[in-house]
């Protein structure tokens, strides 16, 4: 396929802030034998656009902003091809024409921490969107080291994501604002509910055995405890912040506890009401689908009466587990606040260069685990592609009371759009580039 010469529109940031241009930009050319040039069909404005547009990256030149993108191979490097081997599979599977979803970091997928999973902290890791790595809101991109980067959605069925499925469609039957979801914030709520589901801290709670043996280590029995009670198997647990990436987590957390059949109460907190109310409304959907005999409860909450409520349902004693889905110091206290002694905090919000708000003798006091950082995208394609598969009456809308996505619209209201959403006007909002 023969890529467009000349100039493209793009999404630009200008420093110090607060400054968004739609200009020409040239179309990028493959610059390496491992990259791809991607014909972007639909691109996202997410929350952590905003830390580059408030300024607060300490960028100090234009960039071509976005990090989600979704679109069509358009060209790729010489290193692809269908003799490729001992590399990452794609690069010997890799079309020009083939649909393509990427996450928001490079990867190399052949260094020690993509090999592990870890792909968020390969050696090659860039950002996309900041001035290295021009981004996604535009009509072309070039994704380096794109055999480890992309995630090729040609050919996929649902049953190959996940044989247990009874649905027989290719994921390319799915909408593209749909299947865009999967750049981040699917992935990262995925990511924040597996870290916090799966911490030795929160076992106990999943699988009605006491500390350690809830971690698989035998234990004679005459270091057993009195037996677990009906309350020592509750789980608590709270979301704070509800923005599009807080949502998807509280969908996670609610997916995988209600197959593990156990007892759970959810609080899902944030100070804004037409978010709190967009999670209101998914959670009746997800628990009407449940039936009558489900488990668990989820309840939102402003900040302040979140506090009370996790006292009441625990007896004072707090949350198993906390997500910090925000990114600041408030949140990362009101975790704290929540969090009761034994817990974790897992923390996926972007934070600026402030200091945590608590001290290491208050973590060590109430033996709390906190758990900072960036999902690796890449590696949890899988686990967020089935969930979206199973969750298409939330995740398949544009527009409705339940959707994640508020709208579609074109560059020629970035600026607006930009300050809208930096200004709560306006939820999880998707670039047309050709619109």
Known sequence: ???????????????????????????????????????????????????????????????????????????????????????????????????????????????HFCRVGFTCRCIESRLFGTPHTPGGQAQYVRVPHAGGTLYNLEGISAASVNPN????????????????????????????????????????????????????????????????????????????????????????????????????????IDPTEARRTKVEAIYAKISQAQGEQRKGHLEVSDIAASKDLVSVWTKGAGCNAVLEVVGNTSALSLAYELVRSFGCITSVGVHADHQVPYTGRELYDKNVSLDFGRCPVRAMFPLALDLLIRKQDIFGQVGGETSLVEKIVGFDVAAQTYDDFDKGRCGKVLFDPWR
């Open 1 to 111: 396929m023969q890529v467009d010469s000349g100039a493209q529109s793009a999404v630009r940031w200008y420093p110090p802030g607060y400054d968004i241009r739609v200009e020409k930009v040239p179309i990028p050319t493959i610059e390496h034998p491992d990259d791809a040039i991607v014909k972007v069909k639909l691109a996202g404005l997410c929350g952590s656009d905003l830390h580059v547009y408030r300024g607060t990256e300490a960028l100090t030149e234009p960039t071509v902003c976005g990090h989600e993108f979704i679109g069509e191979v358009v060209a790729l490097g010489e290193n692809f091809h269908p003799g490729s081997t001992g590399r990452p599979h794609l690069y010997g599977i890799l079309k020009v024409g083939d649909t393509v979803v990427s996450p928001f970091t490079v990867s190399c997928g052949e260094c």
């Open 165 to 268: 499925q009874q649905i027989t469609e290719t994921v390319r039957s799915l909408s593209d604002s749909s299947l865009l979801l999967l750049c981040d914030i699917l992935p990262t709520g995925v990511f924040a509910a597996f870290q916090a589901l799966n911490h030795p801290k929160t076992l106990p709670m999943m699988t009605s055995r006491s500390y350690p043996q809830s971690s698989g280590i035998a234990v004679q029995d005459s270091a057993v405890f009195a037996p677990l009670q009906p309350e020592d198997k509750g789980f608590t647990i709270a979301v704070v912040g509800l923005g599009p990436v807080g949502v998807c987590a509280c969908i996670a957390v609610l997916d995988m506890l209600y197959a593990k059949d156990i007892d759970f109460r959810i609080v899902a």
